[in-house]
């Protein structure tokens, strides 16, 4: 069994009018209406890779993690039921929303809902951005998920051990000199982004800390900086580069409260030569925080 790609989010939000233009006119994905409500904001020829749907709080639903083949999905299966993790069935108004064969929800060792799916289902629609925006996702996945918990190690042997996936590198990093420094650990699937998933020792009560989406070009982050800025959005981070997948990327606010990095260059690796390693700092410059 192996996870091939970060394959969509579900965000649950109080407010979809402000989602719809933060991912139209910043972002520069293309709204699309899904059924009973929810918002998708599609970004490739899949039919979308957010879906937003209203609800009492602003979070992070799930993450949607995908297989090549319905084997593999059972396999999937089995594996988190034997690590004593509660498989909940995909019921048939979800697995339509979420446009796949199938697809069962679990919660990790850190109290975050996921889930894996086998089979998407798409018309594959050209992807016509508002913006004229060009997303990096063949292959790939559409980007990457940092997440806040508070039993790292836990959590972190589910994934390898349970889940396949592989430790990329480590970031263990001073944010208060008066506080022991946290841990960061990025972990890949099978395929070439340098890491699809991290938890990092934080709290954040949307459940999530950050997503990423990558572009083709600094020209197209340079655009959506502007864009940040003719539309009122939150800077969290400037512009700089990370030591571990060579982003060049900057940070901001979503209308749910948690952060998208934008970003592009991202190193696409061959895990055959790969060692994993740990950084004690997370860029070679940039990333100035501005606070949330």
Same mark, same amino acid.
């Given at each position: ?160 051990? #349970?889940?396949?996936? &592989? !430790?990329?590198?480590? /970031? ?9 420094? =946290? +841990?960061? $650990? ?41 864009? #940040?800025?003719?539309? &009122? !959005?939150?800077?969290? /981070? ?9 982003? =060049? +990327?900057? $940070? ?41």
């Amino acid at each position: 069994m192996k996870i091939t790609e970060f394959g969509y989010v579900v965000v649950g939000t109080t407010d979809l009018g402000k989602w719809r233009d933060y991912g139209t006119k910043v972002l520069g994905m293309q709204a699309v209406d899904g059924p009973d409500g929810v918002l998708y904001l599609k970004m490739d020829e899949r039919d979308f890779r957010f879906a937003i749907q209203k609800g009492d709080k602003e979070q992070l639903f799930a993450s949607g993690w995908g297989v090549d083949s319905e084997a593999d999905f059972h396999a999937a299966k089995k594996a988190v039921e034997g690590a004593k993790a509660k498989v909940t069935p995909g019921t048939p108004a979800e697995i339509k929303l979420r446009k796949v064969q199938d697809f069962f929800s679990f919660l990790d060792p850190s109290g975050l809902r996921h889930e894996v799916f086998w089979g998407p289902i798409a018309s594959f629609s050209r992807f016509v951005s508002p913006t004229g925006t060009r997303f990096k996702t063949d292959g790939l996945g559409f980007g990457h998920a940092v997440l806040p918990t508070s039993n790292i190690q836990e959590t972190v042997a589910f994934w390898t051990k #349970v889940m396949g996936f &592989g !430790v990329s590198d480590l /970031l263990h990093m001073t944010l208060d000199p008066s506080k022991p420094p =946290i +841990s960061i $650990y990025f972990m890949h699937c099978a395929n070439g982004r340098q890491h699809s998933l991290a938890y990092a020792e934080l709290g954040d009560p949307t459940g999530c800390n950050h997503l990423m989406v990558e572009v083709d070009s600094i020209d197209e982050v340079g655009h959506a900086l502007d864009r #940040v800025d003719q539309n &009122g !959005v939150k800077l969290t /981070l400037t512009l700089g580069r990370h030591v571990n997948d060579d982003m =060049i +990327s900057f $940070y901001m606010k979503t209308p749910s409260g948690f952060q998208i990095e934008f970003g592009t260059g991202g190193v696409v690796k061959d895990w055959s030569k790969h060692q994993v390693f740990e950084t004690t700092r997370g860029s070679h410059w940039g990333h100035k925080f501005l606070g949330m």
